[in-house]
């Protein structure tokens, strides 16, 4: 079994700044794709970014070139740097983890472990 732990959520201004972490626990973060998914209000939970093993990534196009998605296996962290915000990215942000390490998905089915969710909340 897989725990994802998501910290680093908070209210800021527009053009802001926020880091997201998310720690996992109960196997190593090499053998795992991870992701970051977002729910807003009255919305369904939709897919942010995500990095496989070999650090490949994907972006939602509406955050590409403002968030970056990084790995670090040694400390079982995933991390979504988040610059450049918008008042559309208010939202609870999910870590949550692939048992496919390979893939790279935008598929909220495919992931198999999710976080409790962090809020972020960005104002005008």
């Known amino acids: 079994q897989v725990q994802l732990v998501e910290s680093g959520g908070g209210l800021v201004q527009a053009g802001g700044s926020l880091r997201l972490s998310c720690a996992a626990s109960g196997r190593t973060l090499s053998r795992l794709t991870m992701g970051w998914f977002r729910q807003a209000p009255g919305k369904e939970r939709e897919f942010v970014s995500t990095?496989?093993?070999?650090?490949?990534?994907y972006y939602l196009d509406s955050v590409k070139g403002r968030f970056t998605i990084s790995r670090d296996n040694a400390k079982s962290t995933v991390t979504l740097h988040m610059n450049s915000l918008k008042p559309e990215d208010t939202a609870v942000y999910f870590c949550?983890?692939?048992?496919?390490?390979?893939?790279?998905?935008?598929?909220?089915?495919?992931?198999?472990?999710w976080g409790q969710g962090t809020q972020v909340t960005v104002s005008s």
């Open positions: 949550a983890a692939n048992r496919d390490y390979s893939r790279v998905s935008a598929r909220e089915y495919e992931y198999d472990y």
């Open positions: 990095i496989n093993w070999s650090g490949s990534t």
